[in-house]
Each structure stands twice: as C-alpha cells, then as structure tokens.
C-alpha cells in the first residue's frame, strides 16, 4: 500500500460567520493530553467551565454547562426541553435562524405561531404580543438575539421577556453570534434558557454548545408530562452528568473542553464590557472604509451587529467570484448570503481575537484591489485612511 498523504490544512484568516480564528494559547490548550471523562482532574475543569459560562452569560442558574455538540445542538436542546406535544410557542422568524426555530420547534410537536417578517428586519414587541395574544396558553417565546443570515441585532429583548412571563410563558433566546461579542445579560433580562456556540464570541474551535437554562424553566422541564424527545439532549439527564452524582451520560470532548476553558479565561481577562467594546470599535472602522469603497450595508441603521457586517453586492459585480479571490489571492475568507440574500450579500465576520485593527486593515486593502479589478467604480478616497480615522479615536 502507498504511504497515505500527510493531513495538508492552509491557515487561513476566518473573516466570514464563523468560525473565527483561535487564539495560541486555546490551540495550545486543545493540543493537551487526553484524560478519561470521569478523569478526577476533568470533572474539576467540568466545575471551572460552569462558573466561566455563567460569567459569560451574566448569570448565576446552576444549570449552565456546554453541551456536547454544535450551537445547533444548544439550540434543539433549548427547545425539546421545554416543548410537549401540542404547546403553543411563539418564534420570531427574520432570518435563517428564526426559520430553524420554527422547524425544530414543528418537529417535536408544537404549534408555532410565527412573527415572520422580511430578513433584514426587525421584530417588533407589539408583533409578539399580538402573537401571545392568539395563542390559549403560550408555552415559549423564542426569538434570535443576533441573526447570523443578516447581520441584524435584534432589540427589545427585555421587554420580550416581560411580555412572555405576563403571558405565562418562558423566554428562549438564540445568542450564537452574540455571546462574548455584544452585552448578554441573561439574569437581568430575565431570560429562561439561552443557548450559543464555541466557535463565533468566544474564540474556541466548533463542537461544544454553552447553554444556561433558569429556575422557571428548569422547573418546567421537571414536570413534563411525558419524556423529552431526545435521550441525548434530555437536560434531566444532563444535570445528573454535569452535577454532584456525575452519572455517566456519554463520553464528552475532552480537548474540546479545555480549548473552550481557556478560550473563556482569556474573555475573562480582558473582561466583558472591554470586550463588547472592542468589537463595536472594530466594526465602526470596517464600516466606515466599506462605506469609502461606496459599498452598502445590508442591516438596517441602528440595528446593526458589530461582529457581523451584511453587505450588499454592488450591482454588476460576481459575488462569488469576489470571495473566491480572497481566498485564493489573500487567504481570507469571508461569508455568502443565505436563503434569500444568496448571491445579494456578503458577511464580514470580526469576531473574538479578528476584532482587531490588522484584520480590519488588510481586509479593505484585500477588497479594494479585488473590487477595482472587478470594474467596480470607487469614489475619491481611501478606504484604509477612513478606517484609520476609527482607529486613531480609541481602537487600539
């Protein structure tokens, strides 16, 4: 048999919707020693990794720990807990994201009352109470607190909450893109179960879903009629796995832990508000030189995310072909619309350690020549000298 070729990986810049780039010291950590699942010393770091999450999450609900698996995961989990057939759940669709909500929340027997508006919009309060209003007893609001597909910060969430708990039902919230990015404050804003991902705000490699879950909702979990749908994500059964009786539940990944530990002592350490300021100081100067390159943000004005920045595809120029030239020519890649936005737009990823300066900086230079040699006509001006105006008022 011929020698099998060597595993050839290119290091690229991870400037799209996630993942991100990690940082030294979390790959290092990922590289460590594998232990047993019920190590002594791994069921330590288990303990460790729930205070840093509930730190992260600005909250104190027992219940937070990463589940084994994508946000995709935190985010079924999120609902097949809570959900029983026949519950009545409200889910705000104006994005990708939403759209999936929707989906699982139909597939373990609810019946969905979608607030559907047009992606790259806002959801209103008023469109949820309408919503509750139609519903006999409401069981979940769910809406996305930053959705992905369009770069749209979703606002209002508090005032969602209040709105679901007087309508007698929990507040579920998507913080994917947010968590470690933009303020999520879980406790304060009266949240029942949020859910997020390794790979995006938090700077760790994909595979591991953090997800805190409150007293309300755990209390609804616990007096379910019937089982949860899933064995694996049934969070009864996670509790016993993650808790005092460490049950054996399943085999977690371990190097996948201790990546995301240090990722989470390094958000720590620059702190939080620190952090949510870096990423809006970062976006402020990428957008300030796309808008020297004439080019059109896709988001709404006021409602735009920091660490995702939705672009419109200036007319007569090749989405795709632009993207594939910043892989090819500058390593970087950045990430295509979805859904209806395929084609329309691009997403520009600042996320965790890439909200920085250089990354904003040899990105405009990198699409500037791309989009020159496109035909593309861009007005007087540099790009990189309006970004540099940003940084020199307080991005270091």
């Not at 609900?61 to 589940?67: G, H, K, S």
């Not at 919503?131 to 609001?141: G, I, S």
């Not at 994500?233 to 977690?252: F, K, M, S, V």
């Not at 939080?272 to 100067?285: F, G, Y």
């Amino acid at each position: 048999m011929e020698p099998l070729p060597k595993l050839k990986i290119p290091e690229r810049i991870l400037l799209g919707a996630g993942p991100t780039n990690v940082s030294a010291r979390v790959l290092e950590a990922l590289g460590r020693g594998v232990v047993g699942h019920l190590d002594p010393e791994f069921l330590q770091l288990m303990e460790a990794l729930k205070s840093l999450l509930r730190e992260a999450f600005c909250s104190k609900n027992p219940i937070t720990f990463a589940i084994s698996g994508t946000g995709s995961a935190a985010q079924e989990a999120s609902l097949v807990n809570l959900i029983e057939q026949d519950d009545e759940v409200v889910i705000g669709v104006n994005g990708l994201f939403g759209s999936r909500l929707a989906e699982m929340a139909d597939r373990f027997g609810a019946r969905a009352h979608k607030v559907e508006v047009e992606w790259g919009r806002i959801i209103e309060v008023e469109q949820i109470e309408a919503a509750l209003k139609r519903c006999r007893k409401p069981k979940l609001v769910a809406v996305v607190h930053a959705e992905t597909s369009t770069g749209v910060h979703q606002p209002y969430v508090p005032e969602m909450a209040e709105l679901a708990h007087r309508y007698g039902a929990l507040m579920v919230l998507d913080v994917v893109t947010s968590l470690g990015c933009v303020p999520v404050e879980v406790d304060q804003w009266q949240i029942d179960a949020a859910y997020s991902c390794s790979q995006k705000g938090l700077g760790a490699p994909p595979g591991l879903g953090p997800l805190t879950v409150s007293e309300r909702a755990l209390a609804t979990i616990r007096s379910r009629k019937t089982k949860c749908r899933s064995w694996y994500l049934d969070i009864g059964l996670l509790e016993r796995y993650w808790g005092q009786e460490r049950l054996y539940h399943h085999t977690a990944p371990i190097n996948l832990n201790y990546a995301l530990y240090e990722a989470l002592r390094l958000v720590l350490e620059e702190g939080l508000a620190a952090r949510w300021e870096r990423h809006r100081k970062s976006a402020a100067a990428l957008q300030a030189g796309l808008g020297a390159l004439g080019l059109k943000l896709a988001a709404p004005e006021g409602f735009r995310l920091p660490q995702l920045t939705s672009i419109r595809v200036p007319d007569g120029i090749d989405e795709a072909k632009v993207r594939a030239q910043l892989l090819k020519r500058f390593n970087t890649e950045i990430g295509a619309g979805l859904g209806p936005l395929k084609g329309r737009i691009w997403r520009i990823g600042l996320m965790a350690d890439n909200a920085n300066p250089q990354r904003v900086l040899s990105l405009l230079d990198a699409l500037e020549e791309i989009l020159r040699e496109a035909g593309l006509e861009i007005p007087r001006g540099s790009p990189r000298l309006a970004a540099e105006s940003m940084i020199a008022e307080g991005l270091n």
